[in-house]
């Protein structure tokens, strides 16, 4: 499944982005939408995620409580809200898809993947 992915940008520490990602087909319920991020020199890691027909919801401890991820399958988008934003979360995000409608961490559960969308937080 095709993915889009935007909204990133230059922020201040403690401010605040929103990332969306759209997806193309028909099926976007069918699958399990996530959020990862990969920071400088770092290995790719798990933000958040969301199921595609309950839509309940899971996050990195770093993400508690910060961010909030959802979904509109009606317009087949992803979005990721991020709040009080620190240096740390400076990363190239991605948002990937699911081979099914579960929420997962693993990475290796994704075989779709958008392309990044870059996240600097200045402190």
């Known amino acids: 499944v095709p993915l889009q992915a935007s909204g990133g940008g230059l922020v201040q520490a403690g401010g605040c982005l929103r990332l969306s990602c759209a997806a193309s087909g028909r099926t976007f319920s069918s699958y399990g939408m996530g959020w990862f991020r990969q920071p400088p020199g770092k290995e790719r890691e798990f933000v958040a995620a969301v199921s595609g027909r309950t839509t309940s919801t899971y996050y990195a401890d770093s993400a508690k409580g910060r961010f909030t991820i959802s979904r509109d399958n009606a317009k087949n988008t992803v979005s990721l809200q991020m709040n009080s934003l620190k240096p740390e979360d400076t990363a190239v995000y991605y948002c990937?898809?699911?081979?099914?409608?579960?929420?997962?961490?693993?990475?290796?559960?994704?075989?779709?993947w958008g392309q990044g969308t870059q996240v600097t937080v200045s402190s």
């Open positions: 990937a898809a699911t081979g099914d409608a579960i929420r997962t961490a693993t990475i290796t559960d994704y075989p779709y």
